[in-house]
């Protein structure tokens, strides 16, 4: 089994910034594919950012040029800095692990980040 622990969420205004940590621990079998999923009342589940085992990434439109995913794999850690933060990033956070050995994704507890003035 695989867990996934992550900090850093909390209360900004516009414009301020926050960075979220996850960090997997358990039966990892291999370096895989993290990322960070939201979801705000009422909507769906979106893809934040992703990042693979050898760096690459993927941003959500919304988040580009705002938002910078990065990991360390020697912790098994993925932190997501988001800068210029907008009312409209208001949502719960979730940390994501791929998983192939299982045929399954990890996912963590979620964090609440709130952007407000």
């Known amino acids: 089994q695989v867990q996934l622990v992550e900090s850093g969420g909390g209360l900004v205004q516009p414009g301020g910034s926050l960075r979220l940590s996850c960090a997997a621990s358990?039966?990892?079998?291999?370096?895989?594919?993290m990322g960070w999923y939201r979801q705000a009342p009422g909507k769906e589940r979106e893809l934040v950012a992703a990042?693979?085992?050898?760096?690459?990434?993927n941003y959500a439109d919304s988040v580009k040029g705002r938002f910078t995913i990065s990991r360390d794999n020697a912790k098994n850690t993925v932190y997501l800095q988001m800068n210029s933060l907008k009312p409209e990033d208001t949502a719960i956070y979730y940390c994501n692990l791929q998983a192939p050995w299982a045929s399954t994704n990890y996912w963590g507890q979620g964090t609440q980040v709130t952007i407000s003035s």
């Open positions: 358990g039966s990892i079998f291999s370096l895989n594919t």
């Open positions: 990042i693979t085992s050898n760096g690459r990434t």
